[in-house]
């Protein structure tokens, strides 16, 4: 017991001081991003078009472009990430094969991003012709965020007690009533954070949409899901590594990474207080 409690309390402390150690170079992230950036946010900035060669105006059809790509995959992953859950939590079988299954969803949660970038431009923009577009790129996002979707809900699933489902079973429910009316009601919370991940993720990645979605610059809004779009990740990337204005494009890239943090800040704000509302009602 005391030889436990001494491993316990050396790994606290080591992790207490990787914490610490880090926090420092967090907080010099954060200060000079937003010292940089707040210099150029305004109004006109988020609500404008990029002109004169990027070097002045603003970054709206790059922020419309975040959230169509967000919402598109999140519409296409969250649903088809909950029925994987759910089925390979109650009905999968055999066992060898969703044993595999989870292996693969697991490689797959920890596969670099570009990778999912080149199989999209394979996959959706040259065998199935969708070329590079909102739907090409909405659709490699969903492939992305699905792992941890399915993952996350089937930890969500497995914490719901096991007496929850007996009763249910025990009542004369059924298997399909007591997953959704049992299982899934109290598992929700838990999968909004899975959710919330998700978002996070799917927002700030470059390399999935450069190839599959991403345009360097348009003047105008997506007008269907064949078009290309402008994203805030990749307006950044562009901004730092193409301009040729280093002087007025640098600022504006600082002021886009603001925006970007503050908006996946901001979803995932709204999303907490959404759980945190549903768990107190079901205290009430």
């Not at 790994?11 to 926090?23: N, Q, V």
């Not at 989870?102 to 996959?123: D, H, K, V």
């Amino acid at each position: 017991m005391n030889r436990r409690k001494t491993w316990n309390a050396l790994g606290t402390g080591i992790l207490s001081a990787t914490l610490l150690a880090t926090f420092p170079f967090l907080l010099i992230f954060l200060a000079q991003m937003f010292y940089k950036g707040f210099a150029v946010l305004s109004p006109e900035f988020l609500l404008s078009a990029p002109r004169e060669a990027m070097t002045a105006g603003g970054i709206f059809p790059a922020l419309i472009g975040t959230f169509l790509l967000t919402a598109l995959s999140i519409l296409i992953a969250l649903p088809l990430g909950i029925l994987t859950a759910i089925w390979m939590n109650n009905y999968g079988k055999p066992v060898w094969l969703i044993r595999i299954l989870r292996i693969a969803i697991n490689t797959l949660a920890g596969t670099p991003s570009i990778i999912f970038g080149l199989f999209g431009m394979a996959a959706f923009v040259n065998i199935m012709g969708l070329d590079v577009s909102l739907l090409a790129g909405g659709l490699t996002l969903a492939i992305l965020a699905l792992p941890v979707i399915i993952n996350n809900t089937e930890e969500a699933l497995r914490t719901v007690p096991a007496d929850f489902r007996d009763a249910s079973l025990a009542l004369g429910a059924t298997t399909r009533q007591t997953i959704s009316r049992v299982l899934l009601p109290t598992a929700l919370p838990n999968i909004l954070t899975g959710a919330i991940i998700s978002v996070g993720r799917v927002a700030g990645e470059t390399a999935p949409i450069m190839f599959t979605a991403a345009t360097f610059y348009s003047r105008r809004l997506p007008g269907s899901l064949s078009d290309e779009v402008m994203a805030l990740p990749y307006h950044i990337y562009a901004l730092m590594t193409e301009g040729t204005h280093p002087d007025e494009q640098v600022p504006i890239a600082y002021g886009t990474a603001l925006v970007l943090l503050l908006l996946v800040l901001l979803v995932s704000a709204v999303a907490i207080f959404i759980r945190y509302s549903i768990r107190r009602k079901r205290q009430w």
